[in-house]
Structure formats: C-alpha cells, structure tokens
C-alpha cells in the first residue's frame, strides 16, 4: 500500500506553461516536504509545509497543505527547462513510528 | 551549511568483494538516513540513526551493514551484494528523525 500517491505520475508540457502535481494521503501528516531530484544527484528540498491550509510561494511555485493535512499541492506557472526534474512529495507517516516515506513521484519534463 | 557529502561518486564491485560508502554533515542533525533508489523510482528508507543509535532498520538484507561511529558520520559497508543491488545510494540527515531532510548527492553503486 502506498501512504502518499502523487499525480500525473508523468507530464511533459511545453515552456511557458502552467502545472499542478498532487501529493495525496489517506493518512495524516504533521508536514510535509517537497523536493526536485535531477538525474543521478540527490533530492533538493524546495519547501515545508506544516500548518493545513497553508500556502507557500517560491518564485514561480506555489505549495498548499490541505485543510486536514492528508494533501498537497505543488503549481508551477510559466514552466521553464530548468523546472525539468523528479518532483517528490514525503513526510513523516504515522505518530510516533517516526518513519520518514517519499511519494510515488512525478516527472516533469519542460520542452523549450 | 545544509551541505551532506557522500563519497565515493561511484563505485563497481565484484560480488565478493566488500567496500564502504561514507556519508558526512556537519549541520548538528542527528538524525541520519540510508535510502536507495532504483531508476526511475522514488528512495526507499533502509536504516534510521537517532542520536548515533540504529532506530529503523526496513528489513535490509545482512549483506548491507550500517555504522554510525559519531553524531557526523554515517557509513554503509557492503559486503557479498548481488547485481540487483546495483542503484543509487542516498545519505540524508535532519535535526531529529521525522524532520525535513538534506540529500547527499548519492554513490551510484555498480555490482558486477
């Protein structure tokens, strides 16, 4: 059973479009991360969101919490090359188990 | 500095050979993380260290053997592994375990 279920698992999209990717729980998590992976390098951290509802911005990325805290959201506007990357979402799982699990992951790819 | 390193970049060994990867921080996390990553697929936890103890420990087969000597490093020896473990190795740290966590670009582990 997967905890956190991210669509599209795939998305290829011309530069200078817009996209959301969703991270989705059936289960409630404290917080949640999000991170870009290039190939062969490790996950880069691009935001914490900890509070439901909360809505943090990052550039041209925009992340939201859900109200109960069991999804989120990542929209990128006027997608460039660079955005191109494994966008994962991940927090910790359960209360008290302290087990840290990743989303299934969406690939990005942004055509110039 | 939010910087983990990982050494080495690469590595490709015989079935029976035994090697080690090294992972460092120096943020004061104390919290630190093996995971492996198969193409295409999101990480997947192997071992948990909390304050230099083993604390998770996701049913890794025997021939992988985690060390954690002091609160900075984080070694992973590998011993009589098989083709199907050939991936990329990740090392991660955060404050406490379940916290948000800071890659290391990974070893690309080759097993011929």
């Known amino acids: 059973t997967q905890l956190l279920e991210q669509s599209p698992q795939f998305l290829s999209i011309q530069e200078g479009e817009n996209l959301t990717v969703y991270c989705n729980s059936s289960?409630?998590?404290?917080?949640l991360q999000w991170y870009r992976q290039e190939p062969g390098e490790g996950p880069v951290l691009l935001v914490t969101v900890v509070t439901g509802g909360e809505v943090k911005k990052l550039k041209r990325l925009t992340f939201q919490f859900g109200d109960a805290r069991k999804d989120s959201s990542l929209h990128i506007t006027a997608a460039q090359p660079g955005d191109t990357g494994l966008y994962l979402c991940a927090g910790e799982w359960g209360s008290g188990t302290y087990k840290y699990i990743f989303g299934t992951g969406t690939r990005l790819k942004v055509l110039a | 500095d939010t910087e983990v390193t990982q050494t080495p970049k690469h590595l490709v060994m015989g079935m029976t050979n035994k090697k080690s990867l090294k992972c460092e921080q120096h943020m004061g996390h104390r919290a630190m993380y093996w995971y492996k990553q198969k193409a295409k697929k999101p990480p997947e936890l192997m071992f948990v260290y909390s304050y230099e103890k083993l604390s998770i420990n996701e049913s890794v087969p025997s021939r992988f053997s985690p060390e954690c000597p002091n609160s900075s490093l984080l070694n992973l020896h590998l011993h009589a592994l098989q083709p199907e473990d050939s991936a990329l190795y990740l090392c991660?740290?955060?404050?406490?375990?379940?916290?948000?966590?800071?890659f290391g670009p990974g070893t690309r582990l080759t097993v011929t």
């Open positions: 289960s409630v998590f404290s917080s």
């Open positions: 991660a740290s955060s404050r406490l375990q379940g916290y948000e966590q800071y």
